[in-house]
């Protein structure tokens, strides 16, 4: 009892002896509210590493576009004039040469704005590219299949490369420029939100693809008996347009986004 009464009495007295103003306390005091400002500054999440959307120039995105665009038309030459043929006469091998044609175009050109360049290498960039065909062509083969196209054997070459035509219209340019980030593929496919310049180049093109390819199968199951009524023939001509509207949309959305950071920045 007598230790209990000596020890309420100590704590009185120090507590009574307390000087805030003491130098001492003042030290002490200062200390802890430092180390609590350093707390709440550590569990701050930090943005100056989060990787910035890429950019590219006006006149960068123009020759994406028309080397694209020469692409195509050097594909259906090379179909026309060293093989006498083309979508209609012969669709699976023209679209053997279109994609043929425009896959060195698209992965080297788009590899060059790719996302966080300082920790992917261009040469990583490129292999994402290309691991992007056959998985791209995978799941548009898969979605053409669902909508109405032929599995049947004959149909089989055609179906194939139609589906690597489409995966370097929509996912592997994707792929060499944001990897594997679902949060940007799903943003550009999914919410169609586009966030900086190469993204439009990415979203439009890509949209344009698929939109004019469901446009071109419309005509597929009338009675016309006209040739270019077969698998993939008027599927594959709206695709084409509608990837060629893509590009010079999202060009034209480059330079309007140019022109307004100028805006601002004046």
């Not at 691991?131 to 055609?158: D, E, R, S």
Request: net charge positive; hydrophobic share 45%; with cysteine.
């Amino acid at each position: 009892m007598g230790q209990a009464q000596e020890k309420s009495t100590f704590l009185n007295t120090t507590a009574s002896n307390f000087d805030p103003l003491d130098p001492g306390v003042a030290v002490f005091s200062s200390m802890d509210r430092r180390k609590k400002r350093e707390k709440t500054t550590v569990t701050k999440p930090s943005t100056v590493d989060a990787p910035l959307p890429p950019k590219i120039s006006p006149s960068e995105a123009f020759i994406v576009t028309l080397s694209s665009v020469l692409g195509l038309g050097l594909a259906f030459y090379v179909a026309n004039s060293g093989f006498s043929i083309d979508l209609v006469t012969d669709p699976s091998r023209t679209i053997f040469f279109i994609w043929l044609v425009e896959l060195p175009i698209v992965i080297l050109l788009y590899s060059r704005y790719r996302q966080n360049p300082r920790q992917c290498m261009y040469l990583r960039a490129v292999g994402r590219g290309l691991l992007a065909v056959p998985i791209g062509a995978l799941l548009n083969c898969l979605g053409a299949i669902a909508l109405g196209a032929p599995v049947t054997f004959q149909f089989l070459p055609k179906t194939v490369n139609w589906s690597l035509m489409m995966s370097l219209f929509t996912t592997v340019p994707a792929s060499c420029v944001l990897g594997s980030s679902w949060a940007h593929w799903k943003r550009i496919f999914a919410q169609t939100q586009p966030n900086g310049s190469v993204e439009y180049l990415i979203c439009l093109p890509a949209h344009g693809a698929v939109i004019g390819g469901w446009f071109g199968a419309w005509p597929m199951p009338l009675d016309w008996e006209r040739p270019w009524q077969e698998w993939p023939i008027c599927v594959s001509y709206g695709a084409i347009g509608g990837y060629m509207v893509g590009l010079v949309a999202s060009c034209v959305f480059v330079l309007a986004h140019a022109r307004s950071q100028h805006v601002k920045q004046t």
